[in-house]
Structures are given as C-alpha cells and as structure tokens.
C-alpha cells in the first residue's frame, strides 16, 4: 500500500529539510562535461568520477576535442574508473558522433539522447533534468532501494519504478525528490546497514524494522 497523501507530504518536508540544496554531486559547468560525467558514473560513486574527470577536461575541453582523442588515452586518463576501457571506447564514439551527427552539440531529446554511445535511459533522463529541458525522474540504485523501502513503489526495475513515482509525485517535485533519495541513500538509507534509528524518516517508513 502506497504512503497516504499526509505521509508523502511529511516525507518530502522533511527531506527538504534535511537536505535544502539538493543537486547532482558530480562537477562539471557546462552540458559537454554533464553528459561525460554523467556516462563514467555508471556504476561508480560520483567522487571516483570526480578525481578524473578535471584532468579529462583540461586535456579534452569539447566534443570535437574528445573525438579526435586516442581511445587508449582516454583510457588512461581515466583508469581509475569502472570499466574504464568500454567507458573510455564509449566516449570516443559518443563525440564523434556528435560531431558527425548534431554539429558538436548534444542533443536534447530523449530518444536522439539514447542513441549516444554509453547513454542509457538513467543517463539521459539525467541530462535533460539537470538542464532543465523536461522533467524527469531518473532512478539510480539510491533512488531504487529508497522509494521501496518508503513504500513509494513495488516495482522490480528501474523503469516500473520510474513510471510509479511520476504517478505518485507532480513533475515540479521530480528534480528535488530524485536528489533527496539519492542524498538520503548515500547519507543515512544505505544498501547493507541501513541507520533506521537515526533516520529523520523512521516515523513514516514501513521498512523501519
């Protein structure tokens, strides 16, 4: 059973609170380094990617730059990442397509978004809601593990789970609401010890046990 309309509310209040600033923890200034980081967060933490990706940028500071980059010097540069070599394969053919494809500018669709190499779903929608282009509701492991544990959703993929929380939720609260999971899974909700006796959220949740 869903969380009423009075848990949901408390819930979203109280991570607000908690976390009053919610945004992405990857670095990155412009949409070329969004989508790269965005891509080497694949199953790695945001603060592994964010020990390679300034050295990536200094050397490699466009689309048209990255496509004309020798894979095994991406490679190197990034080797401290997960699956360093496809990565490093994938952003090869990611710039290069761009810049074959959309003129050295990364789309803003979801679907011409997909078509990129290394670009999923998750990814995508990440994209077009940190730049603001649509709302999305991208669902990471965090979000995943989190809404469940709420109660917010049942479903066992990313995608039924996606589909319950934009049911449940308006589209202003997306961006937000998708920080805040995250934040709260990596700060309090985590995978193997969760900290249900400190957690702010132990009132309404039905996983506390």
Request: net charge positive.
């Amino acid at each position: 059973m869903k969380p009423s309309t009075y848990k949901r509310r408390r819930i979203l209040e109280i991570l607000r609170d908690l976390y009053p600033s919610p945004k992405s923890e990857l670095y990155f200034t412009n949409e070329y380094q969004l989508v790269i980081a965005v891509v080497l967060s694949a199953q790695c933490t945001d603060k592994k990617v964010n020990e390679v990706t300034p050295a990536l940028f200094a050397r490699y500071d466009s689309f048209e730059a990255l496509s004309k980059a020798k894979v095994e010097d991406i490679a190197e540069i990034i080797r401290t990442i997960n699956y360093y070599k496809t990565k490093a394969r994938h952003l090869s053919s990611l710039a290069r397509k761009i810049v074959e494809e959309h003129k050295g500018r990364l789309p803003k669709s979801h679907e011409k978004l997909v078509g990129l190499p290394g670009v999923g779903r998750k990814t995508a929608n990440v994209v077009l809601s940190e730049l603001g282009v649509i709302p999305t509701f991208p669902v990471d492991t965090h979000v995943y593990r989190v809404s469940k544990r709420l109660g917010f959703a049942a479903g066992n993929t990313p995608q039924k789970v996606e589909d319950e929380l934009k049911d449940l939720f308006p589209p202003a609260t997306w961006r937000p609401l998708h920080h805040w999971l995250i934040l709260h899974g990596r700060r309090t909700c985590a995978a193997r010890s969760p900290r249900c006796s400190e957690c702010m959220l132990r009132s309404y949740c039905p996983s506390k046990e």
